[in-house]
């Protein structure tokens, strides 16, 4: 029985590091995947702020014409350019 006993062991321990083999690689492969998948995050996540700084600027540039387009001087240049209309004390010249 002494050498069945010592078979049964041999053949479980060589199961046994066969099976924490296995889970080693399998567990390997994932590492792998999720820090594949880290990089691909960190990549969108600077093209988002690029973006985010892009449409900032866009907002900032949005609200300086707002206030443009509220002040005096945007009526007076309308005036002018669509309208034709001048102050009374201006003068005029126009090309031939």
Do not use: P
């Not at 792998?32 to 892009?54: G, N, V, W």
């Amino acid at each position: 029985m002494s050498r069945y006993r010592r078979k049964n062991s041999r053949a479980g321990r060589v199961s046994i590091a066969c099976i924490v083999i296995l889970l080693l690689i399998v567990m390997s492969v994932q590492i792998i995947e999720l820090y594949h998948k880290d990089q691909d995050y960190i990549a969108r996540e600077a093209e988002l702020t690029e973006e985010l700084e892009k449409e900032e600027a866009s907002k900032e540039q949005l609200s300086e014409y707002e206030e443009y387009i509220g002040s005096r001087e945007y009526v007076e240049d309308t005036a002018k350019s669509r309208l034709g209309l001048v102050y009374d004390n201006e003068i005029i010249f126009k090309e031939k």
